[in-house]
């Protein structure tokens, strides 16, 4: 299957990759996927506390060009945004941004996992309740 | 001069020998007619063409040209083979052995015949992927009428050991099938001496055309038939009905004698080379060979680069160079490969091979640039995968709670 110009974009150079100090209060990780899958994505942003906006995003996958470009392409869509507006970011966005092909929408929805499972993450470490998200089940 | 791109997937198939092409040509436009035409001269060169083509295919594999059933690939040949004797030999059995490394045509075909009231041992491999004879031996009854193991796994070029097979099946009177298909016309492969009474092979994966294989089916010692899976004008002794590809069966015998005379030369150039390749790449932290590396095809490696994933590593080069992956992204089914998982890899390490399959045209610059370009993806892959900094840090991946989905 050829792959869309943006997930070889993404591929070729990809956008945050690294490693954001988990210790950090107000960084939150997301660690989703499992290496028997054949892709884990860690997904990582920092909030500046008084604004709520998320000041950077890093990641790094396991995977395959697609899931790799999926997760590269959602810390770019992290950046700037509060983590409110985070929570909206969807899977079909990503899979219509990078035009992917059905047997490569898992990947996006295991992106959105971690944008949510980051976020979670950071709420808890900041004392608030975590959200519940509603299962996508397309794995 | 380097080449581009480069095509190391020839356990997939094999580019045309322009020589076989050459072969060809003529009988699809002046010397089109039926082998089976009997009574003028369009179907006279068309048979004597098949006649020396069986020829030339029978003496790759020490076979005599009578012994030699052309088929449309190694998949019928497969089917014919195993589903043949299974109809033929009824009467003295239902029991086949094979083992769970074979190839799709051959564990399908067997699963078939477990629908029609057949019985099927899958044998297990060792992690060199081999099959463990005590355990051959164990599984023969009484009803065993066939034992299929294949020559040479498509996957890991691992060769089984074919004549300690066919003593054991000779010993207790079972029939042995053998599927050629990765071995013929790259290692030696006499039927004689490897005590083989039924082998599927193809065209295609020596440097022939597609669509063309071959069915060896023993005439002596024992006298061997197999049941028709096709009804039709009785060609081929009765056992594959159908008009004869008589370019196809040209261009098939033109390969098989190509790789007779080159098989040699062929097999220690690429065995060279194939080191050549392996050697550097183990030279990563991390790699693995998958397979016995003592019994093995010379022109093939598989190699698993744990943490990272083999579709994503292909992608780094697969412009230029075109290989295979073990990896379950690069199928529909979202399975790792089945062969891996056999010789008790992980899915994991599954995930994260690459084969390698040299051929005729493979030339060492190719190598050099495969091994720069799959070192370096590598390394950046690992830059980026999570998997590769926890073991960095020392972490153990097992102790991690995975969201499994």
Known sequence: ?????????????????????????????????????????????????????????????????????????????????????????????????????????????LAEDAIKAAINDYRKKNGLEELVFEEKGVH | MLKLPIYLDNNATTPMDPRVLEAMIPYFTDHFGNAASRNHSFGWQAEEAVDYAREQVAKLIGADPKEIIFTSGATEGDNLGIKGVFEMYASKGNHIITCTTEHKAVLDTCKHIERQGGEVTYLEVNPEGLIDMKQLEAAIKPTTI?????????????????????ALARKHGVLFFTDGTQAVGKIPVDVNKDGIDIMAFT????????????????????????????DGGGHERGMRSGTLNVPGIVGFGKACELARLEMADDAARLSKLRDKLENALMQL?????????????????????????????????????????????????LEPSYVLKALGLGDDLAHSS??????????????????????????????????????????????IEWAHH
């Open chain 1, 1 to 109: 299957m050829a792959y869309s110009e943006k997930v070889i974009d993404h591929y070729n150079n990809p956008k945050n990759v690294g490693t954001l100090d988990k210790a950090k209060k107000n960084v939150g990780t997301g660690l989703v996927g499992a290496p028997e899958c054949g892709d884990v994505m860690r997904l990582q942003i920092e909030v500046d506390d008084t604004t709520g906006v998320i000041t950077d995003a890093k990641f790094k996958t396991f995977g395959c060009g697609s899931a790799i470009a999926s997760s590269s392409l959602a810390t770019e869509w992290l950046k700037g945004k509060t983590v409110d507006q985070a929570v909206a970011i969807d899977n079909m966005d990503l899979v219509e941004e990078l035009n992917l092909p059905p047997v490569k929408i898992h990947c996006s929805v």
């Open chain 2, 354 to 399: 690459l084969r390698f399959g040299l051929g005729r045209f493979t030339t060492e610059e190719q190598i050099d640039y495969t091994i720069k370009a799959v070192s370096d993806t590598v390394i950046k892959l690992r830059e980026m995968s999570p998997l590769w900094e926890m073991f960095k840090e020392g972490i153990d991946l097992n102790s």
């Open chain 2, 285 to 333: 932290e991390e790699a693995y060979v998958n397979g016995s590396r003592e019994h093995r095809l010379p022109h093939v490696s598989n190699i698993s680069f744990k943490y990272v994933e083999g579709e994503g590593l292909m992608m780094g080069f697969n412009k230029n160079i075109a290989l295979s992956s073990g990896s379950a992204c690069t199928s529909a089914s």
């Open chain 2, 146 to 166: 066939l034992i299929a193991i294949m020559y040479a796994n498509n996957e890991i070029g691992v060769i089984q050991p074919v004549k300690e097979i066919s």
């Open chain 2, 203 to 230: 065209g295609h994966k020596m440097y022939g055309p597609k669509g063309v294989g071959a069915l060896y089916v023993r005439r002596k010692n024992p006298r061997v038939k197999v049941t028709a899976q096709m």
